[in-house]
Structure formats: C-alpha cells, structure tokens
C-alpha cells in the first residue's frame, strides 16, 4: 500500500467511502457516518482553505516580484485572461451544443409538460414578465379548469429555506450597477478580504499591487520583504505536502458523510442520488467530459507536445481527484499548484501568477453547468428560448462565472442571475439541487482542469515549461 501513488491512494478511499455508506444505510449506521465520520472530511476541507488563501496572497507576490519587470507582468496578464475568457466561451458553447441536441427537458410526458408551461405562465404573469415565445397557455379555454387548479395548488406552495436564501442572495447582486464588480475587487480592509473566501478577487488585487511595488522598488529596499514572502510561500507548500499524506483517509470518511447525509438509511435513495434527472445529469456530463477528456488534453498535446496526452493525465490526475472530492476550486487549489510545477514542469513564478487567478476568474465547468441547466430549465417548462436569448446565457454565464466563489454549489447563485437574463422563474433551480452536489463534483473537476491547462499554455508562451521526466 505504501508504494501506490497518492492519486491511486486517494481513489481507494473515493471508492470505499461510497461503499461504506451503502454499506451503513442497509445497516442503519448512516447517522453514526454523519456523526463520527464526516467531520473528518470537514476537517480536511477546513485544512486545505486554510492554506489556500495565504498560499494564494504569498504566491502571487512571489510570482510577480520573480518577473523581474512591470512589462512582463503586463504580457503574461493579457495572456492568462485572454486564455480563460477563451476556454469559458467554448465550455458555454459545448454546453449549448449538447443541450440543444439531446434535449433533456423535452423528455417527459405532455401532460406533465402542459403543466410545467402554465406554472411558468403564471409566474411570468405575476412578475410582470413578457413570454416571449408566442405561446399563450393561459389563453386557451381548454387549459381553463387546469389553470385554476394549478393557481390554486401554487398559492399554497412555498419555496424551501435554501432556494429562498439562495434567490435573497441573487436579488442583492442583480440590484448592483455595472460598475459593482470593479468596486468589489478593490478591497478597503485585507483582513476582512482574507477572513472570507467569497472575497479571493480582493486578495488577489491586493497580492497583484503588493507584487507590482515590490518591482518598482530598489533590490536594496525590498530584499527583506522578498525573503519573507518566498519563504512563507514555501512554509504552506510544505503545508500541502504534510496535509495530502492523509488525503485517503480525509476522502473516505468526506464521501461517506456525503452520501450519507444525503441517502439517510434508505439504501435506494443512494442509487437516486445518481439516477434523479437523469437525461440532465447525462447531458451535463456528457459537456463536461469532452472538456476534461477532449479539449483540454488534446490543446495541451498541441502546444505543448512534450506533455502528451496521457502524460497530462497521470501527472495531474491528483489535483483533479481532489477537485471530485472537495467541489472546492479553492480548497484544490495548493494540490493544483504542487502538480503544475512539480508534475507538469510549469515554472513556479508562472503557476504562482496563473493559477490563483484562475481558481477564481476561471470557471469553465460551472460556466458549461449553467448553460446546460437553463436550457434544460426552459425546456422542461416548454419554453422556446430564441438564438438571441441563447447568445445572452453565453455572455451571462461568462461574466457569472468570473464572479463566482470558488466553493462548494456557488454557480446555483450565479445560475439565478442567467435564469432573469432570459426572462425564466429563478425559483426553478429547486428543481436540479437534489443531483447538484455530485455534479457540482465534476464541474469542479473542469475548472481545475482548465486552470492547469491555461497555466502550462501560459508557460510555453513565456519558455517556462520544463521537460517532463
């Protein structure tokens, strides 16, 4: 056992934790996971955003102050930030592609889809929205008595605790000029930005500004600072290191109390957890598999050949099983950024610099997720979204995703804003929580996967791409 790689080490703790926990929901010990396995996953969860946000405050000064000069900055800026706006315009449009030929909102019987559609036309009409769509189910006398009914059954309906926060939270975002996300970036205190990872942007404006002084200093001035900086930086890689040796076990007991928590002692219900919406889970997968398996891999093996296309896998492979596990981009992130330079070879000045940002601007799974959710939202509803009103879930679910937090279901917030871009019922995203979680496990996967990918173009742009061994 000691002499399997970590990522392997780390698959037999995945796969024995979901064992376990159908295991312990036929014996009825799925409480006993909750209580006294689970916090084991937390603490590991809790291990790795501790070191995530020094390790991305350190490592960005680091990675800027070892440039040498502002115009290189500048250069590789452009560069990364060209290259993930990129990536997230393709995973949006894959996301439309396969949504819009498989149609799995389309796929359920035309009784339940008259109902869906009056449901939508009675929230448009209490919203003041116009359907766009030329049809009118309201106005036919045939639906009359099943209009009644359902208003009647929707007046005694009420929106779950979760779906109401998560609505509360969009509303306040959807209230903000256009202007906001500049405001938000700048922070007015760094230690209230580091006590809270929905704030990364602000850490990372702060690490950029601090990096860029440091550079327009004299050596004379600044070499105390720098030795502190690298050094601390390489006090939580070290961190990493020591954290990751229990990484199979952490896994375990995080997927047991997933699947637990979600399946109680209800042996079947773990099964549903993998079979609910099951055309839309296909479809979301099938997006987010060409990413990990096609584009990315294949980009990779074009630039940067010395890599090749299994090798990419086998030495990043760690990172992306941890992205599977945590469905935390930030968390992930010290494990991203130890298999880019040590794996891959990318420079750590490089890395330091690219993949912070990208852990927090790039988000090309959640950005694919949300345009495959809307469609299937719509379509499910019996709504006929327009080409135009497709173009603009590709620039929402763009934008949206450079401002969501690098957590465990943050697109669903997001997915609330491009849902109102389109016109639909934002409440509608109580329908894809129950299958979010082990989706939201592989969309993160994407994510991460983009920012290596991104990091290693990056590095063979700037002839900072070493040999693999």
């Known amino acids: 056992m000691k002499k399997l790689p970590i990522h392997l080490k780390i698959v037999i703790g995945l796969v024995l934790g979901i ?10 010990w799925s409480n006993f996971n909750i209580q006294w396995i689970k916090p084991f996953g937390t603490i590991f969860i809790n291990l790795l955003k501790l070191i995530a946000v020094p390790l991305v405050l350190f490592s960005i000064i680091s990675g800027i102050s070892s440039l040498g000069d502002a115009s290189r900055l500048g250069r590789m800026g452009i560069k990364t930030l060209a290259a993930y706006l990129v990536t997230t315009f393709i995973a949006v449009g894959v996301g439309l592609l396969v949504v819009n030929v498989i149609m799995p909102g389309d796929r359920i019987e035309e009784d339940q889809k008259i109902y869906n559609r009056i449901t939508y036309e009675i929230w448009a009409e209490s919203e003041g929205i116009e ?32 779906v109401s926060s998560r609505l509360a939270v969009a509303k306040n975002r959807k209230n903000d000029g256009p202007m906001q996300f500049l405001v938000d970036m700048v922070p007015d205190n760094i230690f209230t930005a580091l006590n809270d990872n929905g704030l990364m942007l602000q850490v990372i404006f702060f690490a950029i500004f601090f990096g860029v002084t440091i550079l327009l200093l004299p050596i004379e001035k600044s070499s105390g600072v720098l030795t502190f900086v690298n050094s601390a930086n390489e006090v939580f890689l070290k961190m990493v290191d020591i954290v990751m040796k229990g990484a199979p076990f952490f896994v375990f007991a995080l997927l047991a109390g997933i699947v637990s928590e979600l399946a109680g002692n209800n042996p079947g219900k773990v099964l549903d957890v993998f079979k609910a919406l099951g055309w839309y889970s296909f479809t979301l997968l099938l997006g987010l598999a060409f990413m990990i398996f096609a584009f990315y891999p294949v980009v990779i093996n074009i630039i940067a050949k010395k890599i090749g296309y299994k090798g990419f896998f086998k030495r990043f492979g760690e990172a992306q099983l941890l992205a599977f596990t945590t469905s935390s981009s930030a968390a992930t992130l010290p494990v991203t950024m130890e298999c880019v330079t040590k794996n891959l070879k990318v420079s750590p000045k490089t890395a330091n610099f690219v993949l912070p940002i990208g852990a927090t601007v790039n988000m090309d799974g959640t950005s694919l997720y949300q345009a495959v959710a809307v469609i299937f939202l719509a379509q499910f509803h019996s709504v006929d979204l327009t080409i135009g009103q497709q173009f603009t879930i590709v620039l929402t679910a763009t934008l949206a995703s450079i401002g969501s937090a690098a957590v465990p279901s943050a697109g669903l917030v997001m997915m609330i804003l491009v849902l109102q871009s389109v016109g639909l019922n934002p409440a509608w995203i109580g329908l894809i929580m129950a299958v979010d979680r082990p989706l939201d496990m592989c969309r993160t996967v994407v994510n991460v996967t983009g920012d290596a990918t991104v990091a290693t173009i990056v590095a063979q742009s700037e002839g900072e791409l070493g040999d693999p061994d």
């Not at 766009?132 to 309906?157: G, M």
Request: with cysteine.
């Open 19 to 28: 064992i376990w926990a159908i295991l312990s929901a036929y014996l009825g």
């Open 131 to 162: 359907v766009k769509d030329n049809k009118c189910f309201l106005c036919e006398t045939q639906y009359s008595d099943r209009v009644a009914q359902i208003r009647e059954q929707l007046n005694k309906e009420e929106l779950s605790d979760d």
